[in-house]
């Protein structure tokens, strides 16, 4: 980071916690609610300083001075005047746009407003205060815009400064009331976005967003989408592709359209809805087949009509062609009929819209199949954008290359928040890390597709958070790098619910994000996480619990007026989401108890019923808030999926009840425990270092108390408990090594527990303990426990690079990113990829076992993205050789299907260990953009698990950088 980038950020939080003060998110602040030297008064003493605008400029610049006067009132509870001429004030809020307004037009002739640093520049404005600007006015705080939505934006984010967040309506978000406010002396600059282009796509918008706008809008109508326009406004973006399910957005209502351009919003249609025009429009219009081949002649002029209709609003043309219902075209289409369609769709712009064709914004999706017939040759012309896809789960197929990216028309990127489609759909909540979608469309910047972004956010509504980020970073992406993406949480947190519990907030919501980008609620079943490993499923439901427990907690100690935006943003989908996980362990436990005939999966299978009965009661709650404000916004099914389409009624998991007989039997589950014959159970090895346990759970299966005895022959093995009673409570005895007494000399020993009952036949559990010559105190790496080491790749003992520059490969962290902890990453991620690479990542390593082990790399589910590449690192132990390997080797349709579902990719690949003692696992950089969440090395194959084991024992100081 710059020392100067550095400053920067220093001023922006010292400012943004200021008493009465609110931060446009990722900018400085220049408002107080104090008088300071030099400021200018917005509101003072109860009077409110006028807003002057020119008739003259864009309706919707005009129609956002509205917003800005209404904005005011929700601040100070007095609405700034509106004025359209400058006699008679002393002061005002001057606002316009160059070339536009003559207000403004005539500062610059004057050179009372120097705009060198935005004029001409796309959506650029200047907020600054001039003294005298114009006869009869002493002082004016300008806002001038380079052009309509440079303007726009200036003035929203005057609102913002002031204290009205972008979610006021969308997510009630509270305004807290100011007596004063005042703007700070200075010059303040709306930057050039980094994206051209940046939107939303509203998609798979049923039950919920078209039952809610049904009801209260009468359907996707002006209503709707004015609310819609000003929300982006307010975000500072400007792109929208509409709803397209059973939806047209011209011809639902005509005034959609028109009030788009009046505000400011450059539409497209959807990848499969081409030259402007809905699939609704041609379906419910009986045109014909939808096959060029056939009727050509009908559908260029269904096309022909729907550009005349729109040739004088501001849009992006998406051409090409798909098959009706988002699907492929016939099997009989080739690159040849595909050329052939968009050359007619160019020759019927220029006849509507404009006769050079280039002037006209034009985009070709790759979505899906329509990537394969780039592939194969199909080329359009420079002008238009090549619009890449991701997989529908958050990883980008595909790049632009060198050559690519000397195109005019550029790239960009459609990317998915919400999908329909295999292996599963998920439509409910989000389930986005932003960790992951800065990754990802890091890699869009460097490689040039910022032409356009859109986002496909379902319903909308419970995507507030990752669609504010992803608009964020596409406008500002060099403040929002991955080392300041805490900071922006948290900064989101304070504007929208103050200072005071910020960081709680933006704990809760960093924290259920990457819960739920582990895997997202569709696609967990009661097989998910483990009940017999690890204490999987223990640990997942209890993060979840205590995470629902914090929420709840902290919604009692917040104002009355933030409790509905806290409901809506953090605590129905944590509380939602804590509920279905332990719904779904729960279901598990009554599973595996019923089959062990454990009379406890009675209490559990009424438990799942209860959990269902909670799931549904929340969604109500979200429904009915505020009077049902938001009703259906929580209509989504999402209990009971059984393939890709969502179940039309969420269904229950299915439980098993027992009958109890009245004898009592004993019945033991153990943790971590394997068969290894038919009689004969291992629960593996405890060593010295980890000092582990290993605990036998006793438990009754009839309603007579039963007697046990624990016996374990071996002096040095102690169990917590060795005789006793068990009844209606379970019995946990804990399995213990007492190293003092293994036998003299002894690196090992195996010891082998009895469980008896008086009724019952002895069950028996063998376990291995392992004497290391190292102390907890003494250890110098991560050291092997129960056969495997599990490292967090972020916790390296050492760090090597290709060089000293930023320009040499290397790798570097992604804080928080991943399913448990952090990642590592290689930068640049535009280098070329290299196999001698210097640049490696180390662990030292305590390892016991020798011979055949495996090593287990967990990576991000990343595509190769750069075409003949795959995803290549190499491995080596100590000093030797450097194994080469493909993350990508095995990427079948079902290993991608795999890793999607998982949310990561793991690689195995073969380790030799000659001796034990100390070893050094280095992972060498060969491609850029890999991303490492995790190690395992194992002798043989791990238990099954979601996660994977706990991280093993390391000293503290593992993690420090050595380069």
């Not at 160019?346 to 006849?351: A, E, G, N, S, V």
């Amino acid at each position: 980071m710059s020392r100067r980038f550095k400053l920067y950020v220093v001023f922006a939080l010292a400012i943004a916690f200021r008493p009465g003060i609110t931060l446009a998110l990722g900018e400085p602040s220049y408002i107080s609610t104090a008088p300071v030297r030099n400021g200018f008064a917005l509101v003072q003493h109860g009077v409110t300083t006028p807003l002057l605008v020119s008739d003259a400029d864009w309706p919707g610049v005009v129609r956002a001075v509205g917003d800005l006067s209404q904005d005011i009132q929700r601040v100070t509870g007095r609405a700034a005047p509106i004025l359209k001429n400058e006699s008679g004030q002393d002061e005002v809020v001057l606002i316009g746009t160059i070339g536009k307004s003559p207000l403004i037009d005539a500062l610059i002739k004057q050179h009372k407003l120097d705009v060198h640093d935005i004029a001409g520049r796309w959506e650029s404005a200047v907020t600054t205060v001039v003294e005298q600007p114009l006869p009869g006015i002493k002082r004016a705080l300008v806002i001038a815009g380079a052009d309509k939505r440079g303007t726009i934006y200036g003035i929203y984010d005057l609102s913002e400064q002031i204290g009205v967040s972008p979610w006021y309506w969308w997510a009630d978000v509270r305004v807290p009331h100011q007596d004063a406010l005042y703007v700070l002396a200075g010059r303040y600059v709306q930057p050039v976005p980094a994206v051209k282009y940046r939107g939303i796509f509203f998609n798979d918008e049923a039950p919920a967003l078209s039952g809610w706008t049904k009801e209260k809008f009468g359907g996707m109508n002006h209503q709707f989408y004015t609310k819609v326009f000003e929300l982006l406004l307010r975000l500072k973006a400007n792109f929208l592709w509409p709803a397209m399910w059973n939806n047209a957005f011209a011809t639902d209502d005509p005034l959609n359209a028109k009030l788009a351009d009046e505000y400011g919003i450059v539409m497209g249609t959807s990848h499969e809805e081409p030259m402007m025009r809905a699939e609704k429009e041609w379906t419910s219009g009986h045109h014909g087949p939808w096959d060029y081949t056939t009727n050509a002649k009908e559908i260029d002029d269904f096309w022909r009509k729907g550009m005349a209709r729109d040739k004088n609003y501001e849009e992006v043309v998406t051409l090409g062609m798909r098959g009706e219902g988002d699907t492929p075209m016939s099997a009989s289409a080739n690159t040849q009929l595909l050329e052939r369609i968009v050359a007619d769709q160019r020759d019927i712009l220029k006849q509507t819209v404009n006769p050079d064709v280039s002037r006209i914004p034009q985009v070709w999706a790759l979505y899906k199949e329509v990537q394969e017939y780039y592939e194969k040759g199909m080329r359009v012309p420079d002008d238009v954008t090549l619009l890449w896809s991701d997989d529908n789960w958050g990883n980008l197929r595909r790049l632009p290359t060198a050559q690519e990216r000397k195109r005019s028309g550029g790239a960009g990127i459609y990317y998915h928040f919400d999908y329909v489609g295999g292996p599963r759909s998920y439509k409910w909540l989000n389930t986005n890390p932003i960790t992951k979608v800065q990754e990802q469309m890091h890699l869009a910047l460097e490689y040039g597709a910022d032409r356009l972004w859109v986002v496909n956010v379902g319903d909308g509504k419970p995507m507030e958070f990752p669609i504010e980020f992803f608009l964020d970073y596409a406008r500002m992406p060099q403040r929002w790098n991955k080392d300041h993406l805490d900071e922006f949480t948290k900064l989101w947190a304070a504007r929208d619910f103050g200072s005071e519990h910020a960081d709680e907030i933006a704990e809760a919501m960093e924290t259920y994000s990457k819960y739920n980008g582990r895997r997202k609620p569709e696609l967990i079943d009661p097989g998910t996480f483990s009940l017999a490993n690890y204490h999987e499923a223990d640990r997942v439901e209890g993060e979840w619990r205590a995470l629902a427990q914090r929420v709840d907690e902290l919604a009692m100690e917040l104002p009355e007026n933030e409790r509905a935006a806290y409901f809506e943003l953090i605590q129905y989908p944590v509380d939602a989401c804590a509920n279905l996980t332990g719904m779904y362990i729960t279901a598990a436990r009554n599973a595996a108890d019923a089959q062990a005939g454990n009379p406890r999966a009675n209490r559990e299978a009424d438990e799942v019923r209860t959990l269902f009965a909670k799931d549904a009661a929340l969604s109500d709650a979200y429904n009915t808030l505020l009077d049902g404000k938001w009703n259906h916004m929580m209509d989504q099914t999402h209990i009971g999926y059984t393939s890709w389409r969502d179940p039309p009624v969420n269904v229950m998991p299915a439980v098993s009840w027992i009958q109890v007989p009245k004898e009592g039997s004993l019945g033991v589950r153990a943790e971590d425990a394997t068969p290894v014959g038919k009689s004969q159970v291992t629960l593996g090895t405890i060593d010295s270092v980890s000092d582990a346990t290993r605990t036998l759970t006793l438990f009754d299966r009839g309603l007579t108390p039963v007697r046990y005895k624990i016996v374990t022959g071996a002096s040095w093995l102690a169990p917590s408990e060795t005789e006793g009673t068990v009844g209606r409570a379970e019995q946990r005895v804990a399995l213990h090594v007492d190293w003092s007494k293994l036998p003299a000399g002894a690196d090992s020993a195996d010891g082998v527990i009895t469980v008896t009952s008086d009724e019952g036949k002895p069950m028996q559990y063998t376990l291995h303990a392992q004497r290391l010559p190292i102390t907890r105190e003494t250890a110098k790496g991560f050291v092997e426990s129960d056969g495997y080491v599990a490292m967090e790749a972020a916790d390296t003992s050492a760090r090597t690079a290709d060089g000293a520059s930023l320009d040499a490969m290397h790798w570097t962290e992604l804080p928080d990113y991943g399913e448990t902890k952090s990642a590592m990453t290689v930068f640049p991620v535009t280098a070329t990829g290299k196999p001698d690479s210097a640049a490696s990542l180390q662990y030292d390593m305590y390892l016991y076992d020798t011979g055949d082990m495996q090593l287990q790399l967990t990576v991000a589910p990343t595509q190769n993205f750069v075409p003949g590449r795959g995803l290549r690192f190499a491995v080596s132990v100590d000093d030797g050789p450097r194994t080469v390997v493909d993350a990508l080797e095995h990427n079948t349709k079902e290993d991608w299907a795999k890793a999607v579902t998982d949310g990561v990719r793991r690689v195995t690949v073969p380790l030799t260990i000659a001796a034990p003692g100390y070893h050094t696992l280095k992972i060498w950089a060969v491609d850029p953009a890999l991303v490492v969440e995790r190690l395992v090395v194992s002798h043989g194959a791990l238990r099954p698990s979601y996660l994977g084991p706990p991280e093993s024992f390391h000293p503290k100081n593992v993690g420090a950088i050595k380069e």
